[in-house]
């Protein structure tokens, strides 16, 4: 089962072209950051917390035993990225690496778990590292489990 729902496009060009082309593909295509291939990411179908619409994000891939992370990083700005408000409102997501998309509960981490969690972000996106750098908010992490 995956989250259902009237689907609104990001109003971001390079998400909408990234999301549409991982999604027709199965995952095959678009599948890496900026033409990095040490850099994959996943696509997480979130519900907006104000319109209630479907919202889809590619993010960073970062996973450990088929759990993941979700980094709310957007580049060091300020504020959190718009998603965070999503996950916050409705911690149900579908996330999809590869073909098949799933189904996962969200909830956001600190302490040790965060910090285990955060070494594992930045060894996979070191960018992560500055981008932390250059804002006085802590970055939020999300720890995205499958549901059965």
Do not use: C
Not at 112 to 127: C, G, H, L, T
């Amino acid at each position: 089962m995956t989250l259902e729902g009237e689907y609104e496009p990001s109003p971001e060009k390079w998400v909408r072209e990234q999301v549409e082309e991982y999604e027709a593909s199965g995952g095959q295509r678009a599948n890496i950051l900026r033409d990095h291939p040490e850099w994959p990411i996943v696509v997480i179908t979130s519900r907006g917390a104000k319109s209630g619409k479907l919202r889809k994000n590619p993010v960073m891939r970062v996973e450990k035993d088929g759990v993941y992370l979700a980094v709310a990083s957007k580049g060091g700005a300020p504020e959190h990225p718009t998603w965070y408000h999503n996950f916050v409102a409705n911690p149900v997501v579908t996330l999809q690496d590869g073909p098949e998309p799933h189904d996962y509960d969200v909830r956001q981490i600190e302490g040790d778990e965060r910090a285990q969690w955060w070494d594992r972000a930045v060894k996979q996106y070191s960018p992560y590292a500055e981008y932390q750098e250059k804002t006085d908010r802590e970055i939020p992490l999300f720890v995205l489990e499958r549901r059965d």
